[in-house]
């Protein structure tokens, strides 16, 4: 069964730094798209960043500039690199993951449990 594993959020002071981090574990044959999303208290969730598997990156226009996605194929891991962290950046942010478990197989969304960014002003 396949996983996805978050882990680098926490508590931050606006201007700070953090860096999440997925892990994809289980039966993969290959992972698609990698991204993150993020909820804050009362909203929708919404779309931070894609990276598809040899594609180009994609990012919401509140993060451009700031926030840079990257993966490591070898590791089945993602990156969030968060700079210049704002107030509202708080929220739980969650990774997703397109994968195909077997070859010729379909492809299903996976998402990671959350994990919390708290920006303190």
């Known amino acids: 069964q396949v996983q996805l594993v978050e882990s680098g959020g926490g508590l931050v002071q606006a201007g700070g730094s953090l860096r999440l981090s997925c892990a994809a574990s289980g039966n993969m044959f290959s992972i698609n798209t990698m991204g993150w999303y993020r909820q804050a208290p009362g909203k929708e969730r919404e779309l931070v960043a894609v990276i598809p598997n040899g594609g180009s990156t994609n990012y919401a226009d509140s993060v451009k500039g700031r926030f840079t996605i990257s993966r490591d194929n070898a590791e089945n891991t993602a990156y969030l690199q968060m700079n210049s962290l704002k107030p509202e950046d708080t929220a739980v942010y969650y990774c997703?993951?397109?994968?195909?478990?077997?070859?010729?197989?379909?492809?299903?969304?996976?998402w990671g449990q959350g994990t919390q960014v708290t920006v303190s002003s």
């Open positions: 997703n993951a397109v994968i195909t478990e077997v070859a010729g197989g379909y492809a299903y969304e996976y």
